[in-house]
């Protein structure tokens, strides 16, 4: 994580490997955690590597790296922009409202225990620990 911004950060957590992306220059350790994603395309190449239906399928840091077929700590250390990894801004779509959180699994010790840095689209199902009766089921938070 002590690389430079755009840097492919996979390491073991509770076991099963999780997805970052270096976020600051080299030296300074700040990286964005993908706890979730919602499928768009090829779920079902992704429900063969991860075989579930549903949100499950990729509503948590560890299976969404399971769902997509990220290979372990293979990838760390790549840039970003340079591997089988691509972020597709030419088909985004527009959340009506961006929640702010406090971050899962941090230690109350901590000092960034409490802050606001966790970010998702109110409504999505396939944000991790969310409520059903929070979801938005016709549109997912989308615009």
Do not use: C
């Not at 099963?16 to 090829?42: C, H, K, M, S």
């Not at 949100?55 to 922009?81: C, M, S, W, Y």
């Amino acid at each position: 994580m002590y690389q430079a911004g755009g840097t492919i950060y996979l390491y073991k957590l509770y076991g099963r490997y999780v997805l970052d992306v270096v976020t600051q220059p080299v030296g300074n350790p700040q990286a964005i955690l993908f706890r979730a994603l919602e499928p768009a395309q090829g779920r079902d190449l992704m429900a063969d590597n991860r075989p579930i239906n549903g949100r499950q399928l990729t509503n948590g840091p560890a299976k969404l790296v399971e769902a997509l077929g990220i290979p372990g700590a293979q990838l760390t250390g790549h840039a970003f922009d340079q591997g089988p990894l691509r972020l597709d801004w030419h088909h985004r779509r527009h959340p009506r409202q961006i929640v702010t959180a406090t971050r899962r699994g941090v230690q109350a010790a901590t000092p960034s225990a409490f802050s606001q840095q966790r970010f998702y689209v109110a409504g999505n199902p396939y944000v991790s620990t969310i409520h059903v009766r929070e979801i938005d089921h016709d549109r997912h938070g989308w615009r």
